[in-house]
């Protein structure tokens, strides 16, 4: 498939109707999203992969430009890590745990809470973050007249690499922690790993989603994110080092202790197979009412001024 | 001297009007920064009383925990200064071009949205605490106006210094383009030093030390102890207001001399 790099336009970029030339794609009604008709789920995770990495390379185009921001922003990832471990280390200093929790268990969660908002600040944040500015301005318009899923295009059609450097440092001081526990993990924790971090990162999307959703209600609202951002804080420790009411609301009603306790219980040995399990679910869960909230989002919008 | 004490009067007026009415206007916005600075402090504050439980942690049990975070959000709010995140933009987009213009420093303006600000941010968390405080004792402060009056004092200091190093970082964006990466290290090490994640006495003596000849406990540590009763000693009080003048008088210069130099260098760019 021919790759395409474009001028990095902005969202103005209405003449380019279609980006992965060459993929089997029949001519998409207009103002719709495209329902490849009689495709089955492979040609459309195929086509979807290949507009995702069109969208990327030519983000990636774009920010090679400004390459000295890639120093800074990796100093800033240092610096903030560096942060979150002495943070721990003034709670340890009065106690032996938190929650039942050692120091580099904290620790090794911490770098599970830093790799997550690394993805929100590379992917979430510049995309479904501007959906407010989209809805005000009425630009919604012109991504929703392009030939893919609105959804998908409104939240994938950015990506700021240097935050990435989040992701690595960040699961690179979970492994440093291990290594500091007596407890390495088995292939089985790591798979186990693995799967409550993808379903962390599907908890975290749903959460943007759902609360971008709302900007369809609330046009005048332009840093719905920072809500996110006031319940994430609640991430960077254990659930279980805090006190019982608040727990129940991490758990169950605002689900961050799925993000961030979950995938570090799993690496560290705490978790069974029924956590994953749990947290898988709740992670498809959380996409499908997403998912919906969405749909009932978009059914609401009335196009530029109306 | 009346006269132009009137005219001054006047002008702060219409600023802290203006400033007001943008607010009203933004006021789902800023309910929503207003909850992201309360979660770091109510968080922290969760974690703490986890780790008091029943007993004490240096000095400190639940109760005394819940005031001093309680305190912190009040006094935070009181302080809080958003202006380098303003000027970094008036410099880089040329919105500062007519404000040069104007027969007034900009910083007036700056002040006078501050105060607007602050008007809100403070009464609505002061009057959440006071709703809080009937039902849950914990964050109950003994009623006592000679420290109520201290406090005050102690927090407009606060509040200036505060103001002065986000101006100041937000001028520094006339040599460079990352005067809002400088404002993120001093937000990471104020976390510390002007005791967000814990009071000042529960980090290492030598930290503490360090931090008491530095800005940072008087933007915020400062006015929350006296707040709370836990600086209650004449001598303690009395230095501490000296710092705040020594350092208020610090960060005036720091002011003038970026703005003088500054403004040289400026090239009005946009338009």
């Known amino acids: 498939m021919e790759r395409w790099v474009g001028r990095p336009a902005g969202d103005a970029g209405a003449d380019r109707r279609q980006s992965g030339d060459g993929a089997p794609t029949p001519t998409p009604a207009p103002a719709r999203p495209a329902r490849p008709e009689g495709a089955g789920w492979p040609a459309r995770l195929r086509r979807a992969l290949g507009v995702l990495r069109a969208f990327w390379a030519a983000n990636l185009a774009e920010e090679l430009e400004y390459r000295a921001n890639f120093l800074a922003s990796l100093f800033a990832t240092i610096f903030w890590l560096g942060m979150a471990v002495l943070t721990a280390a003034v709670f340890f200093r009065q106690t032996e745990e938190l929650g039942g929790w050692g120091f580099w268990e904290v620790v090794a969660l911490l770098g599970v809470f830093n790799a997550i908002g690394g993805i929100v600040d590379a992917v979430l944040r510049p995309n479904i973050g501007r959906i407010v500015d989209l809805v005000r301005r009425g630009t919604l318009d012109l991504i929703l007249s392009k030939p893919v899923d609105a959804q998908f295009h409104v939240s994938f059609r950015r990506l700021v690499v240097w935050r990435l450097a989040d992701v690595a440092f960040g699961l690179a001081l979970s492994v440093f922690a291990l290594t500091r526990i007596d407890r390495a993990p088995g292939v089985d924790a790591v798979v186990a790993f693995l799967l409550t971090l993808a379903a962390a990162f599907a908890i975290v999307y749903a959460l943007w989603l759902g609360l971008m959703s709302f900007a369809f209600w609330f046009v005048d609202v332009e840093n719905l994110g920072i809500l996110f951002d006031a319940l994430y804080e609640a991430g960077r420790f254990p659930v279980s080092a805090y006190p019982a009411p608040i727990r129940f609301v991490l758990v169950y009603l605002v689900p961050i202790a799925w993000i961030t306790t979950v995938p570090a219980a799993t690496l560290t040995g705490r978790g069974g197979w029924a956590t994953s399990l749990a947290a898988a679910f709740v992670a498809v869960a959380a996409l499908v009412l997403s998912r919906l909230l969405w749909r009932a989002a978009l059914r609401r919008y009335t196009s530029a001024g109306g | ?271």
């Open chain 2, 1 to 271: 001297m009346t006269a132009s004490l009137r005219a001054w009067a006047r002008r702060y007026g219409a600023l802290i009007r203006a400033g007001w009415l943008v607010d009203v206007q933004y006021r789902a916005a800023i309910v929503i920064w207003l909850i992201l600075g309360v979660a770091q402090p109510a968080i922290t504050l969760a974690v703490w009383w986890s780790v008091a439980g029943g007993g004490e942690v240096g000095g400190f049990g639940q109760a005394d925990f819940a005031r001093y975070f309680f305190a912190v959000m009040l006094i935070d709010q009181a302080t809080l200064a958003w202006d380098i995140w303003y000027i970094d933009r008036w410099i880089r987009e040329g919105e500062l071009n007519f404000r040069l213009a104007r027969p007034m420093n900009p910083l007036h303006e700056a002040i006078a949205d501050n105060l607007a600000y602050k008007g809100k941010s403070v009464v609505l968390i002061a009057l959440v605490w006071f709703l809080i405080a009937v039902f849950w004792p914990a964050v109950r402060l003994p009623f006592d106006p000679g420290r109520l009056a201290l406090a005050a004092i102690a927090t407009t200091l606060a509040a200036a210094i505060r103001f002065l190093t986000s101006y100041v970082n937000g001028l520094l964006a006339f040599w460079t383009t990352r005067a809002t990466a400088i404002a993120e290290l001093h937000w990471g090490v104020s976390l510390f030093l002007a005791g967000r994640i814990a009071p000042l006495s529960l980090l290492p003596p030598a930290v503490a030390s360090v931090a008491g000849v530095l800005w940072f406990p008087y933007m915020l540590a400062f006015p929350v102890e006296i707040l709370t009763g836990t600086l209650t000693d004449a001598d303690a009080i009395l230095s501490g207001f000296g710092w705040q003048l020594v350092w208020l008088a610090a960060w005036t210069c720091a002011y003038l001399f970026v703005w003088t130099r500054g403004r040289r260098r400026y090239g009005a760019v946009g338009g």
